[in-house]
């Protein structure tokens, strides 16, 4: 694993190319690989539709391997989002598809969608039953996804006042670090230290935030949440408000609304109070109609968007004129200057 989203623009020219040459089994494999890549930057409203287009389109040529990891990323954005009957909805389609009798990498990344959901909903004690199955069951070099359950699977087990779990891999993952150091591990790694060494936390904080550049939005919010919180409880209030102001900030951008309630709870507790973030037309989208909307907002055509994205004409006019109602307009004009966040055409 290197630093989150370098490979973006890798695998946006991969999913560009297989659909210019109607590469409808490889699409599914590039589609996966961008979610990935696009999660690695926090941009979790791509991320989702590329891993539903690379969802469907797997299923629809019989690969069901490559629905399963499409699937398993939807997972995770859901588990983030703290959409509960979502993220099971999705663990039963990845259970389906590997089969109780096969268990797959796929399968064992479960864990680390249900793991993530718990931590978010403020249950770590559960989280950490889950977190633990594929940190336990894979070497952290084995696979980048067991090196990111690592940091979660510290937080869970401390909150729950069952670090003694999770020590042994805790020591692991550091000599891994140490062995393969980049300023991502080393955020990271710093994060778990402050975590667990309470007494003597302030500068790994400040290590892991003097790092944090090369972590995922997401990722740095977290460890100012837990700076911010940590602070807060030495009495440091004013200190806290900053660093918990920037993680909501950050929350309420990316959509995470379970991480945005604990940081506007901290921040409240710092006494401050903040206001609750307005939801945007852009939120109301599907993942599909969102596409769709950004594609034609490109100036392409019925037809052109439909061949991209192996629908029918007819269907995306149908998304579309969805898309206008939800976004109240009219015309392609102004679907043009609405604001639908990140572009498409991923750099």
Known sequence: MGI????????????????????????????????????????????YAAADEGRRLALDVGQSLLAGWNLWYLAEIDALRGEEERVHEHVEGLQALTGSSRPTVVGKFVGRALGLL?????????????????????????????????????????????????????????DWVRSFPNDARLALLARCRAVVDDAEAEPHYARAIELGAAL????????????GEWLRRQHRRIDARAH???????????????????????????????????PSTRDQLTPQELQIAR?????K?????????????????????KVFAKLEITSRAELARADLGDSVAVA
Not at 140 to 157: I, K, N, Y
Not at 301 to 319: C, G, K, M, W
């Open 301 to 321: 055509t019925n037809p052109e968007v439909a061949a991209q994205l192996f629908l029918s004409p007819r269907t995306i006019d149908y998304h579309l004129r």
């Open 244 to 278: 918990l102001r920037s993680a909501l900030e950050t929350f309420d951008q990316l959509g995470v609304p379970p991480w945005a309630a604990r940081a506007r709870a901290e921040l409240r507790a710092s006494g401050e109070t903040a206001r609750k973030r307005d």
């Open 118 to 174: 718990e931590l978010g909903l403020g249950r770590p004690a559960e989280a950490l039953d889950h977190l633990l199955v594929p940190i336990s069951t894979v070497r952290p070099e084995s696979h980048p996804l067991v090196v990111l359950g690592v940091p979660d699977a510290v937080e869970a087990a401390v909150r729950a006042d069952r670090f003694g779990d999770l020590a042994a891999r805790l020591r692991l993952y550091e």
């Open 216 to 227: 995922s939005p997401f990722d740095r919010a977290r460890t100012e949440l837990l700076y």
């Open 4 to 47: 989150p989203g370098d490979g973006l623009a890798h695998a946006s020219r991969a999913v560009d190319l297989a659909r210019e040459r109607g590469g409808v089994t490889t699409l599914p494999i590039a589609l996966q690989e961008q979610a990935a890549q696009l999660i690695g930057r926090s941009r979790f409203e791509l991320a």
């Open 295 to 299: 594609l034609v907002s490109t100036g």
